[in-house]
């Protein structure tokens, strides 16, 4: 698995500078040109949270996935290197953004529970592309991974607006329902992961 690892983070170093060059650009001109800067926030997080549809893209092009078979991997450590990937990518570049607007922006309590929820928005865009493109390739995915971008901003931007009036959050924080949403969140990636092992040694059977 460590090899596994490894072997991701040396492309993303590599070939994936772009999304780092985004990430920041993205959170730039968030913190410069918006008072609270949520859909700049979740596009350079979603952005981030994808790289193992990109990962995914390199190797198939490789054919790494076909030369890892005669390696001593197994196909769940080959499925959860991109698994691992996308939770670290999404709890890092979350972590940066709230780290950010604390220091140039001294966000608000409400920046930070939006912030919360683009978050659990931001996890479920993987969770959703990556069994598709374990079970059908990468080429299939491309369209649903397109699809997504789209409809993961435009939450965000709804979960901005919504949550712009601090009566709003207060009354949407003391919601039990609204504040298990991350919980959810979690629970649909653990599921998504272990469909995504299930479909890829079907895949390879």
């Known amino acids: 698995m460590k090899g596994l690892l490894l072997k991701d983070a040396y492309i993303i170093l590599k070939q994936c500078r772009s999304y780092m060059f985004i990430f920041v650009i993205a959170n730039a001109i968030g913190l410069a040109f918006s008072q609270d800067g949520m859909f700049y926030s979740l596009y350079s997080c979603l952005i981030v949270s994808l790289l193992p549809t990109t990962l ?20 769940a450590q080959l499925v959860s290197s991109k698994y691992l990937v996308g939770l670290f990518g999404c709890a890092s570049s979350l972590f940066i953004v709230i780290l950010l607007k604390s220091i140039f922006q001294h966000a608000s309590l409400s920046v930070y529970f939006s912030l919360a929820l683009v978050g659990s928005l931001v ?19 491309r369209v649903l991974y397109t699809v997504l971008v789209v409809a993961v901003c435009a939450a965000g931007g709804f979960v901005s607006s919504a949550l712009s009036d601090s009566a709003i959050v207060a009354k949407i924080s003391g919601n039990v329902v609204t504040s298990l949403i991350p919980v959810v969140s979690l629970l649909l990636y653990a599921v998504s992961w272990l469909i995504s092992i299930k479909l890829y040694k079907n895949r390879e059977s």
């Open 56 to 75: 995914l893209s390199y190797d198939e092009r490789d054919k790494w996935d076909i030369y890892a078979q005669s390696l001593p991997f197994s196909g």
């Open 123 to 141: 996890l479920m865009a993987p969770a959703i592309v990556l069994p598709f493109m374990f079970r059908f390739g990468v080429e299939k995915g």
